[in-house]
């Protein structure tokens, strides 16, 4: 820059400023559009929720970037709107789908369930049917039936939404580019059009959603290939929100999502609505509520608890023994016993079901040739539960080993050398000073191993499926199922389909049980207070 002319200097650097300014506003006005072209498309397609989202994101930008008394939030508001996205609104999701239907059978809104419901047809006893139909189908996307009924009769039929003015054909060739007639009596070719394969016909999937030929006699393509002047079955009634079927006569009432018949007959599908506390109290007045679910909580409890102690102290157990500078090859160990941690713990966990198998695995045929024993692991309940512990505790340990060894390196070795000239024991050493030094440390990480480990679904699922089952319970549960393996029976293996806002309830209703459970922990533990005084 020119040092003898500050007013050019002066005057590049506003410019630079200037522009810099501007493309940052064009950079987030773009950005604001992008989000707005999804907001609109998820309110359109009925994603309301997630539609507000969006709505909620473009405003934190938007307030951030040009409100000047909240500058200072800028480089806050994609990190808040991250969290908006990714923790908050699945947190509300879920607790706005327990107090829905939404699941199987009510996956749509209200409009897409009334369109599904409206293709429905059925064939009148005065109306034709067609025994054989050949489709001819033009660039543009539009489509010629030839038909032939029971009776001989042929006919050419346009379908009805063609942009083509005219909608029938006289089967003459030479008339309307029709070629050759062939033994059928159907034309070879006609212009504009390429006659369709048997095969290709069944396979395309428009042809079912056309109607053909005139519209007060129209001809439907079912999706079982049938074809014949159908009408439509089920007629909407929007006053009344209610479907009259036009061959019973009978009247269908919007009960909560699913529209209902007196006999209790519905029409599927359903559509997205809220169902107020019932799935909330079906899950109250279930038999799952007052069998097995006291067990399988105190299993919960029982199972992440000794998974973080057994993992924990065999992981501390291996760093104090490999810590000693006298332990020759102390790496290749090491480095041997973290294979468990790199192989895929599905993997893992397939190999030590095949182990544990009562009859084939090894486990039990070295168990039968040195002690004359075959344990049964998969029916035996408290087995069960103790292979279940074995295989964590091979899958966590190396995880432990890792932290421990670390930590372990930052406690002074002067604190060890003043406690043996005090005449401190092995044991005194360790109880005293190691371990709560080391507890301050890696107690977050103790803390997060609790949460994976009472939330370990695929060790369940995958090692035992939950088994053996309860006997006594009337739904599905087993000895070994935590919490989230017993929410998946009840809401997505029962038989019913997935069902995703009696599981959302489910899940609430848990989430607050366990809450006060932990709540009364905590206060009798005084655990937080603790923690703040060693930190």
């Known amino acids: 820059m020119d040092q003898s002319n500050p007013s050019m200097g002066r005057f590049i650097s506003r410019t630079i400023s200037f522009l810099g300014q501007w493309f940052g506003i064009i950079v987030i006005i773009a950005l604001d559009l992008v989000l707005a072209f999804f907001a609109f498309k998820?309110?359109?397609?009925?994603?309301?929720?997630?539609?507000?989202?969006?709505?909620?994101?473009?405003?934190?930008?938007?307030?951030?970037?040009?409100?000047?008394?909240?500058?200072?939030?800028?480089?806050?508001?994609?990190?808040?709107?991250?969290?908006?996205?990714?923790?908050?609104?699945?947190?509300?999701?879920?607790?706005?789908?327990?107090?829905?239907?939404?699941?199987?059978?009510?996956?749509?809104?209200?409009?897409?369930?009334?369109?599904?419901?409206?293709?429905?047809?059925?064939?009148?006893?005065?109306?034709?049917?067609?025994?054989?139909?050949?489709a001819y189908k033009s660039t543009s996307n539009d489509y010629i039936l030839w038909l032939k009924d029971d009776a001989d009769q042929t006919m050419m039929a346009r379908m009805m939404e063609s942009s083509e003015a005219e909608k029938t054909f006289a089967v003459e060739t030479g008339k309307h580019g029709v070629g050759e007639i062939d033994a059928e009596g159907a034309p070879v070719s006609i212009e504009g059009y390429q006659r369709l394969s048997s095969i290709a016909a069944s396979t395309d999937k428009n042809l079912t959603t056309y109607r053909f030929g005139e519209p007060e006699a129209p001809i439907f393509i079912q999706p079982d290939l049938?074809?014949?002047?159908?009408?439509?079955?089920?007629?909407?009634?929007?006053?009344?929100?209610?479907?009259?079927?036009?061959?019973?006569?009978?009247?269908?009432?919007?009960?909560?999502?699913?529209?209902?018949?007196?006999?209790?007959?519905?029409?599927?599908?359903?559509?997205?609505?809220?169902?107020?506390?019932?799935?909330?109290?079906?899950?109250?007045?279930?038999?799952?509520?007052?069998?097995?679910?006291?067990?399988?909580?105190?299993?919960?409890?029982?199972?992440?608890?000794?998974?973080?102690?057994?993992?924990?102290?065999?992981?501390?157990?291996?760093?104090?023994?490999?810590?000693?500078?006298?332990?020759k090859g102390k790496k290749l160990l090491r480095t041997l016993l973290i294979i468990p941690y790199t192989i895929p713990s599905l993997i893992t966990i397939l190999i030590w079901r095949a182990m544990f198998n009562q009859e084939m695995g090894i486990i039990n045929k070295m168990l039968i040739e040195v002690l004359g024993i075959a344990p049964k692991w998969y029916t035996n309940p408290w087995l069960a539960r103790a292979a279940l512990l074995i295989v964590n505790t091979w899958l966590g340990y190396p995880y432990w080993m890792l932290v421990t060894s670390g930590a372990l390196q930052g406690i002074p070795g002067d604190v060890y050398e003043a406690a043996q000239i005090d005449g401190a024991n092995g044991w005194q050493r360790f109880s005293k000073i190691t371990l709560p030094l080391l507890l301050i440390s890696v107690g977050p990480l103790m803390i997060a191993s609790f949460i994976f480990n009472f939330n370990n679904f695929n060790l369940i699922y995958a090692f035992i499926g939950g088994g053996p089952p309860i006997p006594t319970a009337t739904t599905t549960a087993g000895y070994t199922d935590i919490i989230i393996s017993y929410v998946y029976n009840l809401a997505f293996a029962s038989g019913r389909g997935a069902q995703y806002g009696y599981a959302s309830a489910i899940s609430l209703v848990l989430f607050i049980l366990i809450a006060f459970m932990s709540l009364i922990q905590f206060r009798f533990t005084r655990m937080w207070e603790e923690t703040s005084e060693n930190v």
């Open 42 to 134: 998820l309110f359109k397609m009925g994603y309301t929720p997630l539609g507000i989202v969006f709505v909620l994101i473009i405003a934190i930008i938007s307030v951030a970037f040009f409100v000047p008394k909240a500058h200072m939030f800028k480089w806050m508001a994609f990190g808040l709107a991250a969290w908006l996205l990714f923790s908050i609104f699945p947190i509300f999701y879920t607790v706005y789908n327990g107090f829905t239907n939404y699941g199987d059978g009510h996956l749509i809104s209200k409009e897409q369930a009334i369109q599904q419901i409206e293709r429905e047809t059925y064939l009148p006893e005065d109306s034709r049917a067609f025994v054989k139909w050949i």
């Open 226 to 327: 049938r074809v014949g002047q159908f009408s439509q079955l089920y007629v909407y009634n929007s006053a009344e929100n209610t479907f009259t079927n036009q061959k019973t006569g009978v009247v269908y009432f919007d009960k909560q999502g699913t529209w209902t018949s007196r006999t209790n007959q519905k029409l599927i599908p359903g559509y997205t609505a809220g169902v107020g506390f019932a799935n909330f109290v079906q899950f109250i007045k279930s038999p799952g509520m007052r069998g097995p679910l006291a067990t399988i909580v105190a299993w919960n409890f029982a199972f992440a608890t000794l998974s973080l102690f057994l993992t924990f102290s065999v992981g501390l157990l291996i760093s104090i023994i490999y810590s000693g500078p006298k332990i």
